[in-house]
């Protein structure tokens, strides 16, 4: 089992960039394939990012490809979102989730964060 707890969220204008974090606790950090997800007000949950267990493949929603990237790193437990020129589109909070398998659907993470609010402002 993991718990993750994210962080980094916060206001920022449109061009802008933040970077956010989620530190997990447990033994098998490793073991676990990991994304962020957002979800934005009415609406559902959607995929923003993953990254395989070595951290080696990675995956990202056409809406974010090429201006945020995600990492991960087994020793510190972390796995990281850097999003660079951000739009107010990107306006969500941001959720962190882990599986043993690999996914793009929320329903296929087993563990989630609480979340942090990511606002952008035009």
């Known amino acids: 089992q993991v718990q993750l707890v994210e962080s980094g969220g916060g206001l920022v204008q449109a061009g802008g960039s933040l970077r956010l974090s989620c530190a997990a606790s447990?033994?098998?950090?490793?073991?676990?394939?990991l994304g962020w997800f957002r979800q934005a007000p009415g609406k559902e949950r959607e995929f923003v990012a993953r990254?395989?267990?070595?951290?080696?493949?990675?995956r990202y929603a056409d809406s974010v490809r090429g201006r945020f990237t995600i990492s991960r790193d087994n020793a510190k437990k972390t796995v990281y979102l850097q999003m660079n020129s951000l739009k107010p589109e990107d306006t969500a909070v941001y959720y962190c989730?882990?599986?043993?398998?690999?996914?793009?659907?929320?329903?296929?993470?087993?563990?989630w964060g609480q979340g942090t609010q990511v606002t952008v402002s035009s």
């Open positions: 989730a882990a599986d043993e398998n690999l996914g793009v659907v929320a329903a296929e993470y087993h563990y």
């Open positions: 447990g033994r098998t950090f490793s073991s676990y394939v």
């Open positions: 990254v395989s267990w070595s951290g080696g493949i990675t």
